[in-house]
């Protein structure tokens, strides 16, 4: 893919070249064409994304491109890059949700997408004639030029910054800010123009004062491509200022913002960060998910049912995992853990538990309706009603079989009311490591038509206890998270949880929080004991 973007690059380089010093194009126009046919190749190659989706958008690139030259001729072929820019544009929505929007870095990129489709829309306004919000001609193609440019490949570089630094540690709170800047200047900026002289004076000051601190911290970056593009940056959009309180005007602009930004720091950076090329936060393709996928029910015999139940075993496993030891590494001690929990977690099913639910008072009449669907279908079947606050849980596992699951040492654990016989959940248990060797527990829902999973990373805490999440700290490599999966499709979901484990008189006790969109939704207390048959 990379061949054929650098190919489709330079066939672009010379055909706009020879336009340009051919006088088809204007000046304008040439920068416009150079983003959308030399420079755009490179982005697709810097992001580096493998979803088919997104691999046969590349391929329809020439298409695209095609639609640009023969609007040359006739206008009307401009809508042919408007649609390519429009699934670039769904694509950039995809990808955030594909991550959940939990990694801002790459949050940063799908906007530059996302933007796409508004410089689509004004390139065919440009060369159809037409007007938009009062705006025609020049200023069409200025703002479609700014939106080919700076909502494009500053979103791009500053994503690409993330991605360097998020190798070292986790990002830092004025990073974030910048990038928050950085996705709502250009939007603010086209209010302004259109609205008001004020705001867009204030939006190009947050605009600068965002691509200032980008061209600052990029010069830690040790290459000298990326050095010098920012240096010409920062001149760029001085001009950009003086340019906004009216000081210069567009001819000055088009020579001292529009060549230094297009040939300088576009063209320079580009070539910078082709070099580093920083890949993404650990892709969510490299995590291993079960192939497991669930029925309209799942209840208490959803594994047995289909047969992912492994029969040729001498004894079916106990607990969640056979050893507590294998998480071993910094930050969890398998000898600090109380033997009362170790136990808990190696010999589940020789426990016995109750839980008792608090349901947000805003989540409450939600958590209602919920009830009646996770009730039917058996599956994740939180108690919500007053006469469900305590729940007697009956629990048994079962070995299931790694090749139909596609994970390792996986086995079921299935969790069901005592007193109404129905699962409350069904689940498939494994473990796995990323390529630090840190291990996850890889938890597995089956759902209708997919499932979902969390993987959980645990810590010690409390003393003797352990803390389980899904939570991210930041960090490039992490693999945490809760996933769902439909089909061969899997993303991010704004879930997350925290599980406390603690040991207190005898008695191991369990808080389990779960927030959405970062506002906790649930939390269940867990009390859990040991079976008194245990002791005979």
């Given at each position: 893919?990379?061949?054929?973007?650098?190919?489709?690059?330079?066939?672009?380089?010379?055909?706009?070249?020879?336009?340009?010093?051919?006088?088809?194009?204007?000046?304008?126009?040439?920068?416009?064409?150079?983003?959308?046919?030399?420079?755009?190749?490179?982005?697709?190659?810097?992001?580096?994304?493998?979803?088919?989706?997104?691999?046969?958008?590349?391929?329809?690139?020439?298409?695209?491109?095609?639609?640009?030259?023969?609007?040359?001729?006739?206008?009307?072929?401009?809508?042919?890059?408007?649609?390519?820019?429009?699934?670039?544009?769904?694509?950039?929505?995809?990808?955030?949700?594909?991550?959940?929007?939990?990694?801002?870095?790459?949050?940063?990129?799908?906007?530059?997408?996302?933007?796409?489709?508004?410089?689509?829309?004004?390139?065919?306004?440009?060369?159809?004639?037409?007007?938009?919000?009062?705006?025609?001609?020049?200023?069409?193609?200025?703002?479609?030029?700014?939106?080919?440019?700076?909502?494009?490949?500053?979103?791009?570089?500053?994503?690409?910054?993330?991605?360097?630094?998020?190798?070292?540690?986790?990002?830092?709170?004025?990073?974030?800010?910048?990038?928050?800047?950085?996705?709502?200047?250009?939007?603010?900026?086209?209010?302004?123009?259109?609205?008001?002289?004020?705001?867009?004076?204030?939006?190009?000051?947050?605009?600068?004062?965002?691509?200032?601190?980008?061209?600052?911290?990029?010069?830690?970056?040790?290459?000298?491509?990326?050095?010098?593009?920012?240096?010409?940056?920062?001149?760029?959009?001085?001009?950009?200022?003086?340019?906004?309180?009216?000081?210069?005007?567009?001819?000055?602009?088009?020579?001292?913002?529009?060549?230094?930004?297009?040939?300088?720091?576009?063209?320079?950076?580009?070539?910078?960060?082709?070099?580093?090329?920083?890949?993404?936060?650990?892709?969510?393709?490299?995590?291993?998910?079960?192939?497991?996928?669930?029925?309209?029910?799942?209840?208490?015999?959803?594994?047995?049912?289909?047969?992912?139940?492994?029969?040729?075993?001498?004894?079916?496993p106990r607990g969640m995992v056979d050893s507590m030891e294998v998480f071993e590494r910094d930050g969890?001690?398998?000898?600090?853990?109380?033997?009362?929990?170790?136990?808990?977690?190696?010999?589940?099913?020789?426990?016995?538990?109750?839980?008792?639910?608090?349901?947000?008072?805003?989540?409450?009449?939600?958590?209602?309706?919920?009830?009646?669907?996770?009730?039917?279908?058996?599956?994740?079947?939180?108690?919500?009603?007053?006469?469900?606050?305590?729940?007697?849980?009956?629990?048994?596992?079962?070995?299931?079989?790694?090749?139909?699951?596609?994970?390792?040492?996986?086995?079921?654990?299935?969790?069901?009311?005592?007193?109404?016989?129905?699962?409350?959940?069904?689940?498939?248990?494994?473990?796995?490591?990323?390529?630090?060797?840190?291990?996850?527990?890889?938890?597995?829902?089956?759902?209708?038509?997919?499932?979902?999973?969390?993987?959980?990373?645990?810590?010690?805490?409390?003393?003797?206890?352990?803390?389980?999440?899904?939570?991210?700290?930041?960090?490039?490599?992490?693999?945490?998270?809760?996933?769902?999966?439909?089909?061969?499709?899997?993303?991010?979901?704004?879930?997350?949880?925290?599980?406390?484990?603690?040991?207190?008189?005898?008695?191991?006790?369990?808080?389990?929080?779960?927030?959405?969109?970062?506002?906790?939704?649930?939390?269940?207390?867990?009390?859990?004991?040991?079976?008194?048959?245990?002791?005979?």
């Open positions: 893919m990379k061949k054929y973007l650098l190919s489709v690059s330079f066939i672009g380089l010379l055909i706009t070249t020879y336009l340009y010093f051919s006088h088809s194009l204007t000046m304008l126009e040439f920068l416009l064409y150079l983003s959308i046919t030399v420079y755009l190749p490179f982005h697709f190659w810097l992001v580096g994304d493998n979803y088919k989706f997104y691999r046969l958008i590349l391929l329809g690139y020439p298409l695209g491109v095609a639609g640009v030259y023969l609007a040359m001729a006739s206008p009307k072929m401009s809508i042919v890059w408007l649609v390519f820019c429009g699934l670039l544009a769904m694509y950039g929505i995809f990808r955030f949700f594909a991550s959940g929007g939990y990694y801002f870095e790459e949050t940063l990129i799908d906007v530059s997408f996302i933007y796409m489709g508004l410089g689509g829309l004004w390139y065919v306004v440009y060369m159809m004639g037409a007007k938009l919000f009062s705006f025609s001609g020049q200023v069409a193609l200025l703002t479609a030029i700014h939106f080919h440019y700076s909502s494009l490949y500053v979103l791009l570089f500053a994503g690409l910054l993330g991605r360097i630094m998020k190798r070292e540690r986790p990002l830092p709170v004025w990073y974030k800010w910048m990038g928050a800047f950085m996705i709502m200047s250009p939007i603010l900026i086209a209010l302004g123009i259109t609205y008001s002289w004020v705001v867009e004076v204030i939006s190009v000051c947050l605009f600068v004062l965002a691509l200032i601190v980008y061209g600052i911290k990029s010069f830690t970056i040790q290459n000298w491509f990326i050095k010098i593009s920012s240096l010409l940056l920062m001149f760029s959009m001085a001009m950009a200022f003086l340019y906004a309180i009216r000081i210069v005007d567009i001819p000055f602009m088009v020579n001292a913002h529009g060549l230094v930004n297009a040939f300088g720091f576009v063209g320079l950076g580009m070539v910078g960060y082709l070099f580093i090329s920083p890949e993404s936060h650990v892709m969510i393709s490299s995590i291993p998910f079960s192939k497991i996928q669930g029925d309209r029910v799942i209840g208490t015999n959803f594994f047995e049912r289909n047969e992912y139940v492994e029969q040729q075993v001498e004894e079916q969890f001690r398998y000898e600090q853990v109380h033997p009362l929990i170790r136990g808990f977690y190696e010999r589940t099913i020789e426990f016995d538990m109750k839980v008792y639910p608090e349901w947000h008072p805003i989540f409450l009449p939600a958590a209602r309706w919920y009830k009646k669907f996770s009730a039917k279908i058996e599956q994740m079947n939180f108690p919500v009603l007053k006469d469900e606050q305590e729940t007697e849980v009956e629990s048994r596992m079962l070995k299931l079989k790694d090749a139909m699951d596609g994970r390792e040492n996986v086995r079921a654990w299935v969790r069901m009311d005592k007193k109404k016989n129905k699962a409350i959940y069904a689940a498939a248990y494994s473990t796995h490591q990323n390529d630090w060797g840190e291990r996850y527990y890889n938890v597995f829902f089956p759902l209708p038509f997919g499932g979902m999973t969390s993987i959980l990373r645990i810590t010690n805490k409390f003393g003797e206890g352990v803390t389980l999440t899904s939570f991210s700290k930041g960090q490039w490599f992490e693999h945490q998270g809760v996933y769902l999966t439909i089909g061969k499709l899997t993303v991010r979901l704004p879930i997350n949880e925290i599980i406390d484990v603690w040991e207190e008189g005898g008695i191991i006790k369990a808080k389990h929080d779960s927030w959405l969109f970062g506002i906790k939704v649930l939390t269940l207390r867990y009390e859990i004991v040991e079976c008194i048959s245990n002791y005979k």
